[in-house]
């Protein structure tokens, strides 16, 4: 079964930058579309950002967009999560998981790693 750790959250002040990692157990990451989620209290699980298996395609939501850029190592079984230019609205819960392709936001594992905080003091 393939586990999920996400790490790399803090507490940051508006206009600084965070480098979120999610490091997946199992041989067959290399075979998964990846992506980021973020979860505020009280509301569902948003998606952020996708990237293909390979690595040269990516996808990012509107409100990050020039911001935030996910990234992979396959060779670590990682993939990142680069957020520049904080905004407090950033603040959440960040996790990771597969999504079926790029163009979706419907993730594949059942079960979810820990997440990590961030937090965007103003």
């Known amino acids: 079964q393939v586990q999920l750790v996400e790490s790399g959250g803090g507490l940051v002040q508006a206009g600084g930058s965070l480098r979120l990692s999610c490091a997946v157990s199992?041989?067959?990451?290399?075979?998964?579309?990846m992506a980021w989620f973020r979860r505020t209290p009280g509301k569902a699980r948003d998606f952020v950002a996708a990237i293909s298996r390979s690595g040269p395609s990516s996808r990012h939501v509107d409100s990050v967009k020039g911001r935030f850029t996910i990234s992979r190592d396959n060779a670590k079984n990682t993939v990142y999560l680069q957020m520049n230019s904080l905004k407090p609205e950033d603040t959440a819960v960040y996790y990771c998981n597969a999504v079926t392709s790029l163009e979706s936001s419907n993730p594949i594992f059942e079960s979810w790693g820990p997440g990590t905080q961030v937090t965007v003091s103003a």
């Open positions: 199992g041989r067959t990451f290399g075979t998964y579309t």
